[in-house]
């Protein structure tokens, strides 16, 4: 695309109105000249068969936008664009549905050598889905998998915590602008992925996080997708919905069980159920659809501390607690247990020292939880 169409293709971008399908048809039209489209804006409520009524409200917007002084303002954010037209849009979004016009972002987009997954699940996660969703990141960014996801809360900022941890990278696609960090918590970990991945966002600038927008960005996280990995969802999460944009773009899905009694777990466990989708129990399970090669069990990327290292030969005690606290427990709980013989004191010493070992995590309550990784060793 030559340089001097692409103020005039953010300003259709621009056109809340307007989806990228539509510009899509409106380029076509005029033979992909963003100029040519933009300057012929009374014709397109005809063009594209809009309710009357409509014409007016597009000239109103049309009018109100300044193509040269929005292209200032991207310039001025330093932002890099890609668009459609472009040879180096990626390939991965370029056939899917409603592809999007133009991407916004900051950082690396993945190269088409890299291998791209994404992990998704609940906003509102569990302790196991909290530790399952870094688990499987975790492990797969160290085996060089991009980790794609969407920084909302819960399980999509552990996704990419646990890929930067790693030594990986990881892409976020946003529902908001690129200058709207959402949730404002995650503004250290927004810089963190700009610096080892992508920040990408097809909205324009300004944009604020409104619920409408998250269906859009989740055809944006399956797109940039080999597969999704579905760790935690409810029977409405929107996570189904991005379920349902991979299927329709012939994805693979990955759904990761859960506790059958747990709320959280319903839509992903019914997945397993109903829907015939990959079952995934380990990280390896994943990696040998797409890889040929093993699985490494330390890679040389992933720091790993004595501290960590330190669960060979654990004691009868320790073994069973860690049985125990597969699922979360309070400290007063494990003291009534009368299989572990230990006083309130001896038990206390007991908990500390695993979690100085890395083998338990202590969570907010007095709550402690094994750490998934020595159960599986």
């Not at 302790?127 to 794609?148: M, T």
């Not at 602008?177 to 992508?198: M, T």
């Not at 501390?305 to 073994?319: F, V």
């Amino acid at each position: 695309m030559h340089v001097e169409q692409l103020p005039f293709l953010l300003a259709l971008n621009s056109i809340y109105k307007l989806r990228p399908a539509d510009i899509f048809r409106l380029l076509t039209y005029y033979q992909e000249d963003a100029m040519e489209t933009w300057h012929h804006y009374r014709e397109w409520a005809h063009l594209l068969r809009l309710p009357s009524g409509i014409d007016e409200e597009l000239r109103a917007i049309h009018n109100s936008i300044e193509p040269d002084k929005l292209m200032s303002d991207y310039l001025a954010s330093g932002c890099s664009i890609v668009s459609w037209l472009d040879n180096d849009y990626p390939a991965s979004l370029r056939n899917i549905y409603d592809p999007p016009m133009v991407l916004f972002y900051y950082g690396h987009l993945p190269s088409l050598d890299e291998l791209c997954l994404a992990v998704i699940g609940s906003r509102r996660s569990t302790p196991y889905g909290r530790q399952v969703a870094e688990l499987f990141s975790r492990d797969l960014a160290a085996q060089g998998v991009v980790i794609i996801s969407g920084m909302a809360r819960g399980i999509d900022s552990v996704a990419h915590r646990a890929a930067l941890a790693a030594g990986g990278r990881t892409v976020a696609v946003l529902g908001s602008g690129l200058d709207v960090i959402y949730p404002r918590e995650n503004a250290g970990l927004y810089a963190q992925i700009c610096e080892h991945g992508a920040v990408i966002s097809e909205f324009p600038l300004g944009t604020a996080a409104l619920a409408m927008n998250f269906p859009r960005r989740n055809r944006i996280i399956s797109g940039l997708s080999r597969g999704i990995i579905v760790v935690e969802a409810g029977e409405k999460s929107g996570t189904l919905g991005t379920v349902r944009c991979a299927a329709e773009q012939n994805r693979d899905v990955f759904a990761i069980p859960g506790n059958i009694t747990s709320p959280n777990s319903r839509g992903v466990n019914r997945m397993i159920r109903d829907d015939g989708v990959l079952i995934a129990l380990a990280p390896e399970d994943v990696w040998r659809e797409y890889s040929s090669a093993p699985m490494q069990k330390a890679p040389l990327n992933v720091r790993r501390t004595a501290a960590a290292q330190s669960d060979k030969g654990l004691s009868p005690i320790e073994k069973r607690l860690l049985q125990l606290l597969l699922e979360p427990q309070q400290a007063d709980a494990l003291a009534a247990d009368s299989d572990l013989g230990l006083d309130a004191a001896a038990l206390a010493s007991t908990l500390m020292m695993m979690e100085l070992r890395g083998l338990i995590r202590k969570l907010p309550g007095n709550y402690y939880q094994t750490i998934i990784k020595h159960i599986q060793a």
